[in-house]
């Protein structure tokens, strides 16, 4: 691969903005990498080259004009195809959205142009992201780099799958159920959702046609999803900050986004909880994570303990809260005159209850309460990301998980509690199988504490690098 597309987002910015390596050369070396890999990875359904290469052009010329250009001068992103692109189409992985083209951007891509980030495409999702996966009735299935015959983990799929194999240091995610995790776990990245409300969400994945497909109010963040730490973290500072189009946004003043890195963790309290006291698990996955958790202790000077927080399984009460969100009147109407995804078309026709909805809502504030409590005693709560590793692509999950028979989504078990409360978390590489699939430990910091969630990470990187880790596909 080229030396470019080796490169951090931190590194990269900082050259072309000394006019090393031109915006235009970064455009023509990440095409390169999609002629390579793309063919058989499927990571981006709309790819926007033409646009990017028109919007290197223009950095270059206000580069040369001595123009500040902005912290992520000539990085090129991908964006999910559940974030609103103005003039790009967003299909959203549904057949009703082929020809849908947004008339604004989202708050988020707005501010990654105006940091001087270069738009590379759109990046592929299940259908409305109502999954962990990455295939849909639109494209191509979203390949794992790591094993093309296994998925990337989803919804971000196309975004994760993009930046494990170099096109492009950064991605943007979404995360209503853990979809900016979960694939960047999948694929060997760091991921993180911040505090809800830290980025805002606008205008999500909507349109007057179908007002059906608009997000998860409730649980759903944006966030990065990069090689390295501190590329995630000045994505950060520059997607987050309150903004009047979100209801949900808070103030940003007290993150110190990319300052906070290489201060260290130790002394901090943690907790690790293999399983939340309820979720089968993989045995690769439970030893992968029990080495990385034991990094904290040994190498970082955490006081770690075995601790679970004590709530039930929320797995119910989670779909609930989906449901609540979702406009199912609009998305039954799209599901008549489309065909639908069999997991979403089976969502649609579930019967909901108004009971089953409140239940919902009165158990995510038990699950809340509940955390709040457990976290006053830690600093930090570690648990593996995903319960198991990559599997075969075209299943929503395993059915079998350590010898219990689970329902399809249960492999999600660490990530859904986390949308619920909000709290901030993030995922690192926490190793590989025997087989050389990544597998994730997640990090959840206390509410709002998004500073030490990336202290931890970062330190975390530090001790256990895996930046020059790339798959064969790459290399090969």
Known sequence: MTEICAMQATDLA????????SPVEVVDAVSERMDAVEPVLHAFCTPTLDIARQQAQDLAQRIAAGEDVGPLAGVPVGIKDLVA?????????SKAYEDFVPDEDDIVVERLKEAGALIIGKTNVPEFGYSGVGHNPV????????????????????????????????????????????????????GMKASMGRVPLYPGCRDERYPGVSSWESLEHIGPMSRTV?????????????????RHTIPTSDVDWTGCLGQGVEGLRVAFSPNLGYAAVDPAVRDIVQNAVSVFEKALGCVVEQADPG??????????????????????????????????????????????????????????NKMWRFMENYD????????????????????????????????????????MT?????????GWTEDGLPVGLQIVGRHLSDETVLRAAAAFEEASPWRDRWPHLVNG
């Open 14 to 21: 900082v050259a072309v903005k000394r006019g090393e390596i």
């Open 85 to 93: 692109t103005k003039g790009i189409r967003t299909v959203m992985g």
């Open 139 to 190: 494209f191509e299935t979203t390949r794992n780099p790591w094993n093309p015959a296994l998925t990337p983990g989803g919804s971000s799929a196309g975004s994760g799958a993009a930046v494990a194999s170099g096109m492009g240091p950064i991605a943007v995610g979404s995360d209503g159920g853990g979809s900016v995790r979960i694939p960047s776990a999948h694929c060997g990245l760091f």
């Open 230 to 246: 501190a590329d995630g973290a000045l994505m950060l500072s520059v997607m987050a900050g309150p903004d009047p189009r979100d």
């Open 311 to 368: 709530f039930e399984d929320p797995y119910n009460a989670f779909w609930g809260l989906v449901a609540l969100d979702t406009d199912l009147r609009g998305l039954r109407r799209l599901a008549q005159e489309f065909d639908v995804s069999p997991h979403l078309a089976e969502f649609l026709a579930r019967p909901w209850a108004a009971e089953e909805l409140t239940d919902a809502v009165m158990a995510r504030k038990a699950l809340n």
């Open 380 to 419: 930090l709560l570690l648990t593996p990301t995903l319960t198991v590793p990559p599997f075969p692509v075209h299943m929503q999950g395993p059915e079998k998980v350590d010898d219990r028979m689970v329902p399809a989504f249960q492999w999600l078990s660490f990530t859904l509690p986390i949308n």
């Open 422 to 430: 909000g709290q901030p978390a993030a995922t690192v590489p926490a």
